[in-house]
């Protein structure tokens, strides 16, 4: 009976150590083995524009669905083992998927992320003069939120700073159309909110303009520029316009001078998803 549970005892160590041994194998490294190492960084960009650029951009700069990557600030985690993680895990509740890269070519792609960020583009303006920008004689806020204060007919702005680069804001003010624009992916949220501009026309002619908040085949829901919801069975409407521009103005440099432009930027840049 002794020898039994002798033997018992012994199987269930063997069991507790195999489960230690296959714990330290799954969890990553702390730090990345491949930091720093030129090869590595050249195989990580080729990986990551193979796998990523769809979303993040091909320069890792934010596309019209994902956030930036080279600010140096990451919202689920900043440290080389939480990033090792959101690339092969994903962040449920948001359009990250876990990726099948192996261990070697996540690291790849954190070297190369990791080099990027020193070469992150600097703003250089006035950021209070920004400020005052947006929230005055910009007229931004009408359209755009910002820790709870503006509108809701374009992409909430409040963590645009770490979700967007500098080159990309610059043209979506210069050139509205040029993207049409996706709200920032948030956490626990499926789908990032689409600002694709619309005009709901009545059977009895009256006009709607505003954005989509949801469509499929046979229904339409839209805010118009006054922030009503409407909700309308397509077969309630004469017609449904859908034209691949912004409802955003273009703010040339006629209407915003590029010192002005420069210091909203530097406002914006400060946005990062924690109010001061």
């Known amino acids: 009976m002794m020898a039994a549970r002798g033997a018992v005892c012994r199987w269930l160590l063997c069991l507790c150590l195999a489960a230690r041994v296959l714990s330290a194998q799954d969890k990553p490294a702390e730090k990345n083995p491949l930091a720093g190492q030129p090869a590595a960084i050249a195989e990580g960009r080729a990986i990551f524009r193979f796998t990523c650029s769809a979303c993040h951009g091909v320069d890792a700069r934010g596309g019209l669905r994902a956030p930036n ?3 140096g600030v990451w919202t689920h985690g900043g440290s080389d083992q939480s990033v090792f993680n959101t690339i092969q895990h994903g962040v449920p509740g948001t359009l990250m998927p876990a990726n099948d890269l192996t261990d070697t070519e996540t690291w790849q792609v954190i070297a190369w992320l990791r080099s990027l960020e020193a070469k992150n583009e600097a703003v250089a303006g006035d950021a209070q003069h920004g400020r005052a920008i947006f929230f005055g004689d910009g007229n931004c806020s009408s359209c755009h939120m910002v820790f709870g204060k503006g509108g809701r007919l374009g992409p909430d702005l409040s963590r645009v700073g770490a979700a967007r680069g500098s080159q990309y804001l610059r043209d979506s003010i210069r050139e509205p159309s ?26 009895d002619g009256q006009r709607l303009s505003g954005v989509v908040l949801n469509e499929d085949t046979f229904s339409l829901q839209m805010l118009d520029r006054q922030e009503n919801v409407h909700a309308f069975l397509k077969s309630e409407l004469r017609q449904v316009i859908e034209p691949s521009q912004s409802l ?29």
């Open 178 to 203: 040029k993207y049409i624009a996706e709200g920032i992916t948030e956490p626990n949220k499926d789908l990032a909110q689409r600002y694709q501009q619309v005009t709901a026309i009545t059977l």
């Open 69 to 71: 990557l080279t600010s």
């Open 248 to 276: 955003m103005p273009a703010y040339t440099p006629d209407v915003l001078s590029d010192r002005d432009l420069n210091d909203l930027l530097a406002y914006l840049h400060t946005l990062r998803g924690q109010q001061p």
